[in-house]
């Protein structure tokens, strides 16, 4: 088979990946109100991106929702992952199955399901809601995380600690925790990415008293194009690309 | 003294997991079982008697277009994304390991991005007065601007667009894991090139093939805010439909039969990707 082929091909898939992001960043600095054509360097949709008020309210409320729902996920799975790493227990395979099926199944019905509940118990709808909904959708990709730097871990270094006389929770403590470190802070950066771009899960479970960034933008791109909404655009693939960069590098550089 | 008290560690890391899992998972899931076969009621959303109602409803003609037109977006998404990711992952198995770790990397990076912004900015390249119809006008090669945006084609792109990593991913990971040695044999046995492809690629790589369709065939049907932004305000997508029912119409037993209905197809997809994997098992040990 030709050699340049295959290539070529890979070449031309990222272009047409990039494509749209590359045109999101370059119309972010476009002085042109309309929106299509280039009316030369400006950069006023950053001014009014800052100067809108209940837009960076929303940014504020999206970092809050993120860091808790990413911390409390983080804590959770890392726990699920070293019971289901360290322990027998009954129903082992069932909660294996469970957490499967809530990374499977459509981001839309766990809202409906959720959303159903909320009402059910008479929770008001707004940050606790949202952060129950993310924490839940988080969780099994934390679980994934760390459980694939579990399995690669020498078994003699947990169990020469339990004969040096250590407890369950001190053992966790002293020698698991340190060794999945990496992975920690790897699955904190998934669920905190994962949350910030959430969009249909959000959708049902937030009220009007605490509106987040992604249902802002929705509500914005609906209709129409906005200019600030490429300026915007292009702070948080800045920021994702910082945070999965920083994810990587923690990865690679613990494997050594 | 008893187990429990024995490993309180152990113990509280089980009820906290389970916990969350029965009061999160499995109850917001009954209760939308619940709601499907209960009445409709414009004051607390449900009410008594129990029926079948919703069902029937699903296969009303209305709804049925939607359901189908739905099923065929995704469906139309799904083969785009193989087509397109297949070679694709193969291609990049190929490659060095160093320059295949870069171009993952460069694969999650979008996955990473928001995702409305990115179906936001395929916007400006398909309106009406957007950069293709400039950049084709401007060519000579069309005398009007075509219209791309808010018809379905613009939807299905969008779809490709976000989930066409979910389809690699998969396909990647079973292209590295296929021993090349077992190629190699084959084509030493005196199997022809199509002959090696069709019967030891295809059938090796068929459980990735079925992890990818099932990461893009359910989020193409869901993915209602894709439908919205690129197709136009209309009911394209079951996603579409699910939320109308529940945050517009308030028809919940309606909203819920549907729901169910993407669980239900969901389930059969999990359970021929595990067919295949087991298939795959025995005959590797056979």
């Known amino acids: ?256 | 003294m008893h187990r429990v008290l024995q490993q309180p560690f152990k113990t509280a890391v089980l009820i906290l997991v389970w916990g969350w899992l029965l009061l999160l998972v499995l109850t917001p899931n009954l209760l939308v079982v619940g709601a499907s076969v209960m009445t409709r009621d414009p004051g607390t959303f449900l009410s008594l008697p129990l029926n079948l109602d919703s069902y029937r409803q699903l296969f009303d003609p209305l709804y049925l277009d939607v359901f189908l037109n739905s099923l065929y977006m995704a469906g139309m998404t799904t083969v785009f994304c193989l087509l397109i990711g297949y070679p694709f992952a193969w291609a990049l198995s190929g490659l060095g390991k160093q320059r295949q770790t870069l171009l993952i990397f460069l694969l999650i990076v979008p996955f990473w991005t928001n995702s409305l912004v990115r179906t936001y900015a395929l916007k400006l390249l398909l309106a009406t007065n957007g950069l293709i119809n400039n950049a084709l006008l401007g060519l000579g090669l069309i005398d009007e601007p075509l219209r791309m945006l808010y018809t379905e084609g613009a939807v299905v792109i969008g779809l490709v667009y976000l989930l066409l990593p979910f389809m690699i991913l998969p396909l990647y990971s079973v292209f590295d894991d296929l021993r090349k040695e077992l190629l190699m044999a084959s084509h030493d046995l005196g199997a022809g090139k199509l002959s090696t492809f069709l019967h030891v690629t295809i059938p090796l790589t068929l459980p990735g093939v079925l992890a990818g369709v099932m990461l893009v065939l359910l989020p193409a049907m869901g993915l209602f805010f894709v439908a919205d932004i690129l197709g136009g305000s209309r009911n394209l997508l079951v996603g579409n439909v699910i939320k109308n029912q529940f945050l517009d119409a308030r028809d919940w037993p309606f909203g819920a039969a549907a729901s169910i209905l993407l669980t239900v197809a969901m389930a059969v997809l999990l359970f021929a990707h595990r067919l295949s994997q087991r298939r795959l098992g025995d005959e590797a040990r056979a």
């Open chain 1, 1 to 256: 088979m030709n050699r340049w082929l295959p290539k070529t091909y890979l070449t031309l898939v990222y272009v047409l990946l990039y494509l749209p992001i590359l045109v999101l960043v370059v119309f972010s600095f476009n002085s042109s109100r309309t929106g299509y054509r280039w009316g030369g360097l400006s950069l006023q949709w950053y001014e009014s991106l800052f100067n809108n008020h209940a837009m960076v309210q929303a940014m504020w409320n999206s970092l809050w929702l993120a860091l808790t729902a990413a911390t409390i996920s983080t804590i959770i799975g890392a726990l699920t992952a070293l019971a289901l790493h360290r322990y027998r227990f009954r129903g082992k395979r069932v909660l294996r199955g469970m957490l499967f099926v809530v990374m499977m199944s459509p981001e839309i019905v766990l809202a409906i399901s959720l959303l159903a509940l909320f009402l059910l118990v008479g929770l008001q709808l707004g940050f606790i809601s949202l952060l129950l909904a993310h924490v839940t959708f988080c969780l099994p990709f934390v679980v994934i995380t760390v459980m694939a730097r579990l399995s690669g871990f020498d078994e003699s270094l947990p169990e020469a600690a339990r004969d040096l006389g250590a407890s369950d929770f001190t053992m966790t403590r002293t020698v698991l925790i340190p060794v999945i470190m990496p992975a920690l802070l790897a699955g904190w950066l998934l669920g905190f990415t994962l949350s910030l771009d959430d969009v249909v899960v959000s959708t049902f479970v937030s009220g009007p008293s605490y509106e987040i960034l992604p249902l802002r933008i929705y509500s914005m791109v609906r209709v129409g194009l906005k200019p600030e909404v490429n300026a915007l655009g292009t702070l948080l693939l800045v920021f994702s690309l910082a945070m999965l960069m920083l994810s990587q590098w923690i990865l690679t550089r613990s494997k050594r």
